[in-house]
C-alpha cells in the first residue's frame, strides 16, 4: 500500500508540473513509464490531462498535448481520450499551439481513428480544415484520418458538401488530390454526398494547369460515373427482393434500406493503413487492432 501511494504520488506530482507548464520530456517519459507499471492509473492521468486542455493556460495546454501524443503511442482505450476537447482545442486554441501543436493532435486523433472510427463524426469539419493547413504534412495527416473514416463511416460526411468543394477550390494542390481521392471513396457508398462536386471535378480535369491535379480528377469521375451506372443497372435488372426483418419484442420489423445499406460497407484495409503510415515516416502511430 505504501508503494502504490508512492507511485500515486510520482504520477499527481507530474500531472501538477504539466499542469503548471513546467513539464520537461524526460517527465513525461517518466509518466509513460510509471503507467506501464501501474495501467490502473491511465484513465485518471489522461482525465486529467483532458481537463488541462480545456481550463489550462497556454504553457499547460501545449505541455498537455505533448503529453497526451506520447501516451497515446501505447494507450488507446474507448474512453480513455476526450475527442470533444481536443477538436475544441484545433477549433478554439489553434493560436495558442506551438510548433508542432496541432501535428501531436492529429497524431492523437488517428490512433483513435484507426481503432474507434465510429467516434470521430465531431471531427469531420475540423479535419477539413486542417486540410488547408500551410504545412504539408498535417494536410497528409488530416487526408488519413479523413480517409479511415470515409470507408468506415461514410454517413458522417452528409451534409459536408461545402467543405469538400472548399477544399476542391484550395490554395495547395495536394490538397485538391486528397479531395478527389475522398470523393472517390464516398461515391462507392452514396452519391448524393458528392452530387454537388460534378461540375467542378470536370472543369478539374479539362481545365486545371497541373497534370497530377487533371488526372486524379479524371479518375475521380470515372468512379462518380461508374457508381452511377453500377446503382442504375441494380435497380433495373434485379427483381425487388424482401426486405430482411428482425423478431424485436415478439414483432417482425422490416430493415429499413439505410440500415441494410450499412451492411455494404468496406472496413479500412489495415495493409493499407500500415503501408501510408510507414511511407510517411509515421510508424509509430499503428495502432495494433
Known sequence: ??????????VRNIIKKIENGSMSESNVLSLCE???????????????????????DIKAYNCAISALSKISEKYIGFEHY????????????????????LL????????????YPERMRIAVPELFICLENTNPINREMAHFILSIIAAANHEFFKGRSKE????????????????????????????T??????????DLRL???????????????DKLKEAITEKSSRSNNHPQLTKPSVVVANRKTTISDDL?????????????????????????LIINR
Open 82 to 101: 476526450s475527442i470533444d476537447a481536443i477538436v475544441n482545442c484545433m477549433h478554439e486554441r489553434k493560436n495558442d499551439l506551438r510548433e508542432n501543436g
Open 164 to 191: 469538400i468543394i472548399r477544399v476542391l477550390n484550395g490554395l495547395y494542390i495536394d490538397e485538391r488530390i486528397y479531395a478527389c481521392r475522398l470523393l472517390k471513396q464516398l461515391a462507392v457508398n452514396d452519391q
Open 34 to 56: 510509471l503507467l506501464e507499471d501501474h495501467p490502473d492509473m491511465i484513465q485518471e492521468s489522461i482525465g486529467a490531462l483532458n481537463n488541462i486542455l480545456i481550463k489550462g
Open 260 to 284: 441494410s445499406e450499412l451492411s455494404e460497407l468496406m472496413a479500412p484495409n489495415k495493409e493499407e493503413m500500415i503501408d501510408l503510415l510507414e511511407g510517411m515516416n509515421l510508424k509509430h
Open 1 to 10: 500500500m505504501i508503494f502504490y501511494n508512492n507511485f500515486q504520488r510520482k
Open 193 to 202: 454526398i458528392v452530387k454537388d462536386t460534378h461540375d467542378l471535378l470536370e
Open 104 to 115: 501531436n493532435m492529429l497524431e492523437i486523433l488517428s490512433k483513435i481513428t484507426q481503432k
Open 207 to 221: 481545365n486545371h494547369p497541373d497534370s497530377n491535379l487533371r488526372t486524379e480528377a479524371g479518375f475521380t469521375m
